[in-house]
C-alpha cells in the first residue's frame, strides 16, 4: 500500500535530517514524504529541498498556516491509500510503517491505528504506552489523549481530508480535540510496540508547564462531560482534567481532596451513559485515577488510606486489594521519611 507522510515543519533544521533520513530507512518503501513547511526562518527547507529522492515533497504555502494548517494543507495534498503522521523532531524506527501497513491490512475494521514510543532527548528516557484496543481507546480519550500524534496511521478512504481535519483554536491541543470527535465514530487501535522515537526538547509541551495545554484540553473535558450526561462547571471540567490525566494531582488542601473526591463520584453516576464495550475500561480508567489521587495525597493524612479502602468509586476493580497494600506502604515510608510526598510513583 503506498502511505503518504505527513509531517509540517518550522525551524527544524537541527533535526529534519534525522527525521527524513528516518523515512528513508524504513523497511516498507511505497511512500511519499509531504512536508509542509511553515515560512520557516532558517534553513530547514534547503535541507529538505536537498534531497533527491522524488518521493519527498517539499511544500511551501505562501503564508503561514500555523500547525494545525499545516497539517490540514498536507492531508489535503496526500495521494496515499493510507496516511501517517511524523514530526520533523522526532524518529521513525525502521519498521514503523511496514507492521502499520500490515496491521491495517490484517484489520480492515480499525480506520485508524497508532503505535507506543520511547523518548530520547531532555530528561531520562521512558516509554508513552498509549491503550491498544479500541474498548480502551473510547475510555481513554475521556481522560487524557489515547494517541502519541507523530505515530499515527489512517485510511484515506474512511477518514477524508474533512474527517481528519484539525481544528487551530483548540492549539496545542488539536489533535486531542480530532480524537475525542472521531473515537467514538470509528474503530482504533494502538499496536503495543515501540515504533517512534519522540524527542523531547526544552520548550516543549512535555517539559512546559502545560498551562495553554491544560486551557485547551478543559475545554474538550468540557463537552465530553456534558455528553455523558452531566452539566458541568467550568470547575468540573477543570478538576477532571486535574484527576484524569496520568501524572496524578498533589491537592493542596483537604478541601481540593474532597472536591476532587466528588468529581469521581459523579462519574461513577453517568456510567451508564458509556457505550457497552467500553464501560469496564471506563471502571480501569476511574479505578486508576482514584488511586493516583490517594497515591499522591497520603501527606494529608492516614485517613486518605481509608477513604481509598471504602470508596465504591473502584470496588470491582481486580488490583484493588494491591493497590490498598501499596498505599499502605507508601504511606508507612512517607512517615518515617517525614517527607512532603511519596519518593516513589504509583505503578
Known amino acids: 500500500m503506498q502511505v503518504s507522510i505527513i509531517m509540517p515543519m518550522r525551524n ?13 530507512a524504513q523497511t516498507h518503501q511505497q511512500w511519499e514524504l509531504l512536508v509542509i513547511d511553515d515560512r520557516s526562518d532558517d534553513d530547514s527547507a534547503a535541507i529538505v529541498a536537498a534531497y533527491e529522492d522524488t518521493r519527498i515533497r517539499l511544500l511551501r504555502p505562501e503564508a503561514r498556516m500555523h500547525f494545525a494548517g499545516a497539517l490540514n494543507h498536507g492531508i489535503g ?3 496515499g491509500d493510507l496516511v501517517a503522521r511524523m514530526d520533523a523532531d522526532d524518529v521513525s524506527l525502521p519498521g514503523r510503517l511496514a507492521e502499520q501497513v500490515a496491521f491495517m491490512d490484517a484489520n480492515p475494521d480499525v480506520a485508524l491505528c497508532g503505535t507506543w514510543a520511547r523518548t530520547f532527548g531532555l530528561g ?6 498509549p491503550p491498544v484496543s479500541h474498548a480502551a481507546i473510547q475510555a481513554a480519550v475521556y481522560f487524557d489523549c489515547p494517541f502519541v500524534h507523530p505515530g499515527v496511521m489512517w485510511r484515506s478512504a474512511t477518514l477524508d481530508p474533512n474527517s481528519m481535519r484539525y481544528d487551530g483554536s483548540f492549539c496545542p491541543a488539536e489533535d486531542y480535540d480530532l480524537w475525542d470527535r472521531l473515537v467514538p465514530q ?16 526544552a520548550g516543549s509541551m512535555t517539559t512546559g508547564d502545560g498551562s495553554e495545554m491544560d486551557t485547551q484540553a478543559t ?28 501524572p496524578g494531582y498533589r491537592c493542596k488542601t483537604r478541601e481540593e481532596f474532597e472536591a476532587a473526591t466528588t468529581h469521581l463520584r459523579r462519574l461513577i453516576t453517568v456510567r451508564k451513559n458509556v457505550s457497552g464495550e467500553s ?5 480501569q480508567q476511574l479505578a ?22 471504602n470508596s465504591r468509586i473502584a470496588p470491582q476493580v481486580e488490583t484493588s486489594r494491591g493497590r490498598r497494600l501499596a498505599l499502605a506502604a507508601a504511606f508507612v515510608k512517607h512517615a518515617t521519611v517525614g517527607a512532603a510526598a511519596p519518593a516513589v510513583s504509583p505503578e
Open 124 to 129: 531520562r528516557p521512558s516509554q508513552l504506552r
Open 219 to 246: 475545554r474538550i473535558h468540557q463537552r465530553q462531560l456534558e455528553r455523558l450526561g452531566l452539566r458541568p462547571t467550568g470547575d468540573d471540567a477543570l478538576w477532571h482534567r486535574r484527576v484524569g490525566r496520568g
Open 186 to 201: 470509528v474503530r482504533c487501535a494502538n499496536i503495543p510496540a515501540v515504533l517512534l522515537a519522540y524527542r523531547v526538547r
Open 279 to 283: 464501560g469496564p475500561a471506563f471502571d
Open 12 to 24: 527544524a533544521h537541527e533535526t529534519v535530517r534525522d527525521a527524513v533520513n528516518s523515512i528513508l
Open 288 to 309: 486508576d485515577a482514584w488511586y493516583r489521587l490517594c497515591f499522591h495525597n497520603l501527606a494529608l493524612g492516614r485517613d486518605i488510606l481509608a477513604a481509598y479502602s
Open 77 to 79: 495534498a496526500a495521494t
